[in-house]
């Protein structure tokens, strides 16, 4: 029998949600807790702690949050910490994975203990294909939410026999980044502080790794002339791929046209998408609703260029032009003919409030057994 349960459908609930990262640390992650803890932290009938990690100690909360970033290293040493603070919650909620956890243990025994205080402990995944450990996330999880409808059919066998018969509820993503409106003049000026006058600016933006496709950016760039690409994304010395990307643009002579400003804040980085003619998401698997990158792409109402296994060619509606993964002969086709097209920017708080809303729910319903 859970505890409180009859006296929470009707009184405050007391939410402990967990997450390894949270700005100002680097991970889309985190950025996606930070703006469900918003929305959530926005209504009137819950209480809520927030459980992170030490880096990210400067962190400003929303209004009411009581944080406690005090893990450090996410070991089963830190249990204590854990423990008392799930006994005095009436649910439990991890987000998983995130960049902050590393190696650490933690998150994947919170599960089990949680259910052994009779808290019941909800997950995120924001993956379908973990680590070694996250087997353990099984054992305990009341329910599973995750923004990507084909989970089950990418988890391999085993974690998939596990999930047989639990409550996965499929929530939407959506855009972690505000949405702004540029005037013509203005638009211009972010464009001329990042590529040279009359120039086609395509925008990559995101961590930089293999599955993201970015080898297709250069393709496109030596394509043609007047098209610049920014890639806008944190650059790591000592990553293996990242040094191979650079090195190819430099063997390919796309120095002038290939520009890299590295991490921009949030801020920056929406208005780039919104002076853009194109930000191009070549990922190798495909994108899909789950994607912020391309939630945030569409907010802001820019065209985007994007790969899919699925869907084909351009959705007006969707300003988004799907090409086959690795075409850049088609995402080439989709910029030649739509490159610029703008639709309205929108509120994002609206969808984020819809999100926060569909979590209570869950919540709530756990919580009662």
């Not at 799930?86 to 933690?106: E, R």
């Amino acid at each position: 029998m859970r505890k409180n349960a009859s006296s929470v459908q009707s009184a405050r609930l007391r939410l402990l949600l967990v997450s390894g990262s949270y700005p100002p640390m680097q991970c889309g992650v985190g950025s996606y807790t930070a703006r469900l803890l918003t929305a959530m932290a926005a209504r009137d009938d819950m209480d809520i702690t927030f459980l992170g990690d030490v880096r990210a100690a400067d962190a400003k909360l929303p209004p009411g949050v009581n944080g406690c970033f005090g893990i450090s290293r996410w070991s089963l040493r830190e249990l204590p910490v854990a423990r008392r603070l799930i006994a005095s919650a009436d649910v439990v909620h991890i987000q998983f994975p995130t960049q902050g956890y590393g190696d650490g243990l933690l998150p994947m025994a919170l599960p089990l203990l949680s259910t052994l205080l009779r808290t019941p402990c909800v997950q995120t995944l924001h993956e379908p294909r973990l680590g070694p450990w996250d087997i353990m996330l099984g054992l305990g999880r009341a329910a599973c939410i995750t923004p990507r409808p084909d989970i089950r059919q990418k988890m391999d066998f085993v974690r998939r026999q596990m999930s047989r018969g639990a409550d996965i509820h499929v929530i939407g993503n959506a855009s972690l980044l505000p949405a702004v409106q540029l005037g013509v003049e203005e638009r211009q000026q972010v464009r001329a502080q990042h590529v040279p006058a009359g120039s086609l600016l395509l925008l990559f933006f995101g961590f930089l790794s293999p599955a993201k496709g970015c080898e297709a950016l250069l393709g496109i760039a030596a394509a043609r002339p007047d098209i610049h690409v920014v890639i806008a994304g944190a650059i790591d010395p000592d990553s293996p791929y990242h040094r191979g990307l650079l090195e190819r643009i430099r063997a390919d002579g796309l120095q002038d046209r290939i520009h890299m400003p590295g991490y921009l804040d949030d801020a920056t980085l929406s208005r780039l998408i919104a002076a853009a003619d194109g930000v191009v998401l070549p990922f190798t698997t495909g994108s899909g609703e789950w994607n912020t990158s391309l939630q945030a792409a569409r907010a802001q109402g820019s065209f985007v260029v994007t790969t899919s296994r699925d869907r084909s060619g351009y959705i007006e509606e969707e300003n988004t032009f799907f090409a086959p993964p690795g075409d850049v002969q088609a995402m080439l086709a989709g910029i030649g003919t739509h490159a610029g097209t703008r639709l309205p920017a929108r509120d994002i708080n609206a969808d984020w409030e819809r999100i926060a809303n569909r979590h209570v729910e869950i919540y709530r319903s756990v919580v009662s057994g």
